[in-house]
């Protein structure tokens, strides 16, 4: 589905729908990332996007941000 994007708009749409139809299914997943997270009290989710608007992890990151309250910092 990525071949296609070009613009962040593009990008949102596409990551809108990670967040509905994937995300949520992926409770075990992010729970393993808290539970390192809490061992290591950090942790870091890496990708070869440069800017995290047009990473799905962006979304990954906002759940755990609202969701668990922990800051997230994209370097």
Do not use: A, G, W
């Amino acid at each position: 589905d990525r071949k296609e994007l070009s613009t962040l708009e593009s990008y949102n749409i596409l990551f809108d729908m990670y967040e509905k139809e994937i995300l949520h299914q992926s409770e075990v997943s992010i729970q393993k990332i808290i539970d390192e997270f809490k061992r290591q009290k950090r942790i870091v989710l890496t990708c070869f996007e440069k800017d995290p608007n047009y990473c799905h992890r962006s979304r990954i990151c906002k759940l755990i941000e609202v969701k668990y309250k922990i800051h997230i910092e994209h370097l």
